[in-house]
Nanobody, 121 residues
Framework: LLQVAESGGGSVEAGGSLRLSCVVSGYTFKVGWFRQAPGKEREAVAALYTTTDGLRIVDSVKGRFTISHDKARYTVYLDMNALKPEDTAMYYC?????????????????WGQGTQVTVSS
């Protein structure tokens, strides 16, 4: 399995911004960001294929979050702007060598420990 490590979480006020980083230990085919709020199920946020320009972003964050990839650094970024209290969650990065639905968490076998994002109103 790949090693995955997230960083960049923190506490911000509503309307603020954060950049999350995900470093993967080697080549991977897809990388996704997922989040889980207390008492809720894990949900997809955004994901991309590392070999093409293909990416997907869920509607709830579209226009506010962007996902990008630095191939040389094996790093995927999640830039989060105009943050809302409902964005508060533990954010996880996941990677996998297999193809499949980018936003289906069942298709990811390597997961990071998560980074907490807290947005206050």
């Amino acid at each position: 399995l790949l090693q995955v490590a997230e960083s960049g979480g923190g506490s911000v006020e509503a309307g603020g911004s954060l950049r999350l980083s995900c470093v993967v230990s080697g080549y991977t085919f897809k990388v996704g960001w997922f989040r889980q709020a207390p008492g809720k199920e894990r949900e997809a946020v955004a994901a991309l294929y590392t070999t093409t320009d293909g990416l997907r972003i869920v509607d709830s964050v579209k226009g506010r979050f962007t996902i990008s990839h630095d191939k040389a650094r094996y790093t995927v970024y999640l830039d989060m702007n105009a943050l809302k209290p409902e964005d508060t969650a533990m954010y996880y990065c996941a990677a996998d060598l297999r193809s499949g639905d980018l936003l289906d968490d069942r298709g990811y076998r390597s997961w990071g420990q998560g980074t907490q994002v807290t947005v206050s109103s």
